[in-house]
Nanobody
Framework: QVQLVESGGGLVQAGGSLRLSCAAS????????MGWYRQAPGKQRERVAV???????NYGDFVLGRFAISRDNAKNTVYLQMNSLKPEDSAVYYC???????????????WGQGTQVTVSS
């Protein structure tokens, strides 16, 4: 099986920074896209950032250059550096990855359990 374990969430003041990490473990042959999504109370889950295995990135419109996604393929880990945080960034942040567990290049998406980010004003 595969597990995605996030870390790095917490409470920060507006304007501050946090760095989230997500490590994938288990039966992993290949990982394609890795990304971060978030969900605030009463809102739908939205895409924050995605990075391909080749390093191409894509961000949600609200990021506006404040966040940076990166990955370490040797460690099966994806990171999200969040700067200039705003109270509206408060949400549970989820890691997501497309993982091949059989060596067949059939990719299935897996989710982490989520980590809470709270930004105080």
């Amino acid at each position: 099986q595969v597990q995605l374990v996030e870390s790095g969430g917490g409470l920060v003041q507006a304007g501050g920074s946090l760095r989230l990490s997500c490590a994938a473990s288990g039966s992993i042959f290949n990982i394609n896209d890795m990304g971060w999504y978030r969900q605030a109370p009463g809102k739908q889950r939205e895409r924050v950032a995605v990075i391909t295995d080749g390093g191409a990135t894509n961000y949600g419109d609200f990021v506006l250059g404040r966040f940076a996604i990166s990955r370490d393929n040797a460690k099966n880990t994806v990171y999200l550096q969040m700067n200039s945080l705003k109270p509206e960034d408060s949400a549970v942040y989820y890691c997501n990855a497309a993982i091949d567990t059989r060596g067949s290049y059939y990719f299935k998406y897996y989710w982490g359990q989520g980590t809470q980010v709270t930004v105080s004003s």
